[in-house]
Each structure stands twice: as structure tokens, then as C-alpha cells.
């Protein structure tokens, strides 16, 4: 039976879905059907992306066609890229600049107002340390949770299993592996709090 040291071991006559384990954020393999899904969101922010600098009305409108939720008023310079996108939510006023990366294996949320600078990346996947099983092509992933008001400085990397909590300020290029308490600044990499505001 395979292991890994921080996720419980594969069991081989476990019978559920990849769907069914990547929800109860377990290890799981892409299978066929997930392929087409990340395919056809490739597509979908392909054909955003080639929109938005010609037309921004019809490419706002192609928002709820590509997100599982979208808030009014949400703004999202070209280009974005996303696994599979219909797990992001996003409340209300959102901005994201140049370059935003969603991979939501596992849900996103992110809060009314929220900002995020040019090329932030929201992951989460995760894949395992050791060498051996990472070789199986095993993977798993853990939901982000960004509150409402946050500022995301531009190139900052938000990890699987994080929470960063209503009014924080996350610096430029930092990455941020641990849970960010609300009305804080946190940068670096790892990202630590340096300030409460």
C-alpha cells in the first residue's frame, strides 16, 4: 500500500470516483473525463483572453461561463488561466491584474473586494514528496479561502489548505503557505505576519 508522510496511505480496493476523492481531499489520479473538463476550460479562458482587448462587454459576459460564481462588478485583466474554473468564486468587486493562475483542483473563495496584482497564482494542488509515489501520478489538492477586502501584491503564490482572513495585505512575491489572520500584513517567503493593521 502506498504512503506518503503527510496524507493517509492508498488503499487499493478504495472504489470511489477521482471526483469522489479529490472532494474528501484525498489522493487521486486525473482520469478521462477530468481531462475533457480542463480542456474545455482552457477553451473557455482562451476565448476570454482573445475577447477582452476588443471587446470588454462581451468578455465580462463570458465571466459566468467560465467561474463557478462571479460577483457583480468583478474586473479580470486577459490573460487568466485556470484548471477548471467552476471552482472559483468570487464575490462581489473583485480585481485580478495581468496574469492570474487559478488551478482549482479544490474550491477557491475569494471575498467581496478583493484585489490581486499582476501574475498571483492561487494553487491548489498538491503533489506528494516522495519520489516514488509522485511517480504513480498521484495528486491532491486543498481548498483557498481569501476574505473579503484583501490586497494580493503582484506575484504573490497562495498555496492549497490557506486561509488569509477580511483586510489583509499579502506582499509582492511572497508565498504563502500557513493560514493569514485578518487585518494583517504578511510577506516573505514563507510568508510571515510583520504587521497588524
Not at 462581451?58 to 461561463?65: F, I, R, S
Not at 462581489?92 to 491584474?97: L, R, S, W
Not at 503557505?177 to 504578511?186: E, F, G, L, N, S
Request: aromatic share 8%; net charge negative.
Amino acid at each position: 500500500m502506498a504512503t506518503d508522510s503527510d496524507m493517509r496511505p492508498i488503499d487499493p480496493s478504495d472504489t470511489r470516483t477521482s471526483e469522489e476523492r479529490i472532494a474528501a481531499g484525498d489522493w487521486y489520479q486525473t482520469n478521462a473525463s477530468q481531462w475533457a473538463r480542463l480542456v474545455e476550460a482552457n477553451r473557455r479562458v482562451s476565448d476570454y483572453n482573445k475577447t477582452l482587448p476588443y471587446d470588454v462587454d462581451a468578455a465580462v459576459a463570458m465571466l459566468p461561463e467560465i467561474f463557478g460564481t462571479v460577483g457583480e462588478g468583478c474586473f479580470f485583466r486577459d490573460p487568466i488561466k485556470v484548471d477548471y474554473g467552476t471552482n472559483t468564486h468570487w464575490g462581489k468587486g473583485c480585481f485580478a491584474n495581468y496574469g492570474l493562475i487559478a488551478l482549482d483542483v479544490a474550491p477557491i473563495h475569494v471575498g467581496d473586494g478583493t484585489m490581486l496584482g499582476s501574475n498571483v497564482q492561487l494553487m491548489t494542488p498538491i503533489h506528494p514528496i516522495d519520489p516514488e509515489f509522485r511517480a504513480t501520478g498521484f495528486e491532491s489538492a486543498k481548498p483557498i479561502v481569501i476574505g473579503k477586502n484583501v490586497w494580493i501584491g503582484s506575484g504573490a503564490i497562495v498555496l492549497g489548505g490557506v486561509t488569509i482572513g477580511d483586510d489583509s495585505v499579502i506582499g509582492a512575491g511572497a508565498v504563502v503557505t500557513k493560514d493569514v489572520p485578518a487585518r494583517t500584513v504578511a510577506v516573505g517567503n514563507p510568508a510571515r505576519v510583520i504587521k497588524t493593521l
